[in-house]
Each structure stands twice: as structure tokens, then as C-alpha cells.
């Protein structure tokens, strides 16, 4: 998974997401990702410090105490900045259920087609809808609607998996299940995550 967001902190944190990158100093940061740091000595030496109630130094750009200084407020923080980092990437993201009972042949067969293309491609299944990414959009199909249509769900997953450029996530993994909790009912934008 590709770095989201970053931590600026002097200390290692081993309790930080596979998602965040933690460095020690602003500028190894990539701005245009959120970035919170850890300290308040650190966040006052910033021009956009305003106040101790304050958490926020920048668009994007925020401030917690070291677990020395209030471990409760760290813990608190970190949550609300994870968030934020979701939140922030699911705003962005498009998404476009896929209704076959509506389309012609040829739509349905370029649906096909970017299921079982040869190029590298990770597909998501959960509750019976298949989730990629094309073209950096998300797309999803209904297993049940294919089903409803003849072709069953066994055909369709055996498809996906024997074609090798596809890699199958079906929610069991322990991070998976972390990040599902995460996105809670906007689980169509996990392709966006696993495929970064």
C-alpha cells in the first residue's frame, strides 16, 4: 500500500498504520498528503500555530502531543488524523456501480474485458460485488445480478482467478479486515487502497 499520509516525529511509533510514513522532519514529507506532527514544542515552531486548542496548522496539515506529554490526546489525534486521511482519499474517489441488465453486448463484453485483461489488476469481492480499479475510477459488478442473468458465480470467480495478471482480496487478510473497518460502508473504495 502507498504512503497516505505522514507522521513527522523524533521518536519511533510502532503502533502507526502500514498506510502512514513516519519521518523526522517536514521536509521529507510529501505536502499533498496530510501530515500530522507530534510535540507541541514542534507544532509551536510552526507559523501557523495558533493556540494549544488548535490542532490545525494548515489545510492538511495538523499537530498532536507526544504520548509523554498527553497519551490520551496522542491516542485521540492519531484516530481523528486516520480519518481524516480516509476521508480525505474517498472524497476523490469515483465510483461507478455497473448495472449489465441495462447495458447492450458490447458494454458488457468491455466489462469483460477489463475483469480478464493481461494487465496487472486487483479485484475486491465482498458481499457479492466485484470491485476494480479502471482507468483510476472504481468500478463494481453484482455477482448476484450475473447470476440472475445465467452465469454463475463459481464460472465468474474461477475466470478471475485463472487469469494470473488478477489478484483476488476477498476481506480475510487481518490488514483487510483493519481497513474495512476503516471505510465502513464505503467499501467499494478498497481497490483504490490495495492497489496503491
Known sequence: MKTLGYIITDKKLNDIEGFVEQVKDISEADSTKP??????????????????????????????????????????????????IFENVIENIRYYYIDIL??????????????????????????????TMYEGKVVGVSLDILEYCGIKRDKVINLLTSNPSNKIFDGSAKWLIKLERYLGNKKYAMPYFIST
Do not use: C
Request: aromatic share 18%; glycine share 4%; net charge positive.
Open 102 to 131: 441495462t447495458l447492450g453486448y458490447s458494454k458488457i463484453k468491455k466489462i469483460y474485458n477489463i475483469f480478464n485483461s493481461t494487465e496487472r489488476k486487483n479485484i475486491y469481492i465482498n458481499n457479492n460485488l466485484l470491485y
Open 35 to 84: 501530515i500530522l506532527m507530534v510535540g507541541w514544542s514542534k507544532a509551536k515552531e510552526h507559523n501557523g500555530y495558533t493556540s494549544i486548542l488548535n490542532r490545525r496548522l494548515a489545510p492538511g496539515l495538523f499537530w498532536t502531543f507526544k504520548k509523554s506529554e498527553s497519551r490520551s490526546e496522542f491516542e485521540q489525534d492519531l484516530k481523528k488524523f486516520y480519518k481524516y
